[in-house]
């Protein structure tokens, strides 16, 4: 981390609803503290991925057809 500490990555990622809104966030935070602590340099590329690690498995049937199935070659 360049602009973040750990426990400010943790408190934003626990106060997010979703894997997706905590990646947008923590994305957010960072550009902004960049930002203040870099005014004169263009901003770091920047790039986030939040897993939840406490969800459970929740697997698909057997008799579900892969989507990836769907898809149809031209």
């Known amino acids: 981390w360049d602009v973040l500490s ?9 106060k997010s609803a ?10 957010e935070a960072a550009t902004n503290a960049w ?3 870099f005014p004169t340099v263009k901003i770091d590329d920047i790039s986030v991925v939040c897993l939840s690690l406490n969800k459970k498995h929740n ?5 579900e057809q892969n989507p990836l199935a769907l898809i149809k070659e031209s």
Request: charged fraction near 20%.
């Open 35 to 37: 930002i203040q602590k």
């Open 6 to 14: 750990n426990e400010e990555v943790a408190t934003v990622v626990m």
């Open 59 to 63: 697997p698909q049937p057997q008799n």
């Open 18 to 27: 979703s894997e997706a809104g905590a990646a947008n966030e923590v994305a």
